[in-house]
């Protein structure tokens, strides 16, 4: 199982960043998919997840409005479109692969900073 994050980068707050996370190594379209993030000293925390069928969608009461998770299965790759960036996303954002129980397979994370 691979998972490669990518579209991070530096950006002005209000800005936008579009995430991919392009998965191999398995059947992707019959894994709900994740998105978690990571600030410097803080835990990792749940941002948004996506059921199998690009339906059912969950989010972090900090990012609803204002980030969007959707998937393309027959790329296998998983998206996060954040909008309205504020400094307080910036982390590192981790996509994941949930079993059915867990969270089991992760991706190398790509850098969010978000500053003027």
């Known amino acids: 199982v691979q998972l490669q994050a990518s579209g991070g980068g530096l950006v002005q707050p209000g800005g936008s960043l579009r995430l991919s996370c392009a998965a191999s190594g398995f059947t992707f379209s019959s894994y709900r998919m994740g998105w978690f993030r990571q600030a410097p000293g803080k835990e990792r925390e749940f941002v948004a997840s996506m059921m199998r069928m690009n339906i059912f969608a969950n989010y972090a009461d900090s990012v609803k409005g204002r980030f969007t998770i959707s998937r393309d299965n027959a790329k296998n790759t998983v998206y996060l479109q954040m909008n309205n960036l504020k400094p307080e996303d910036t982390a590192v954002y981790y996509c994941?692969?949930?079993?059915?129980?867990?969270?089991?397979?992760w991706g190398q994370g790509t850098q969010v900073t978000v500053s003027s």
């Open positions: 994941a692969t949930h079993n059915g129980s867990v969270y089991n397979y």
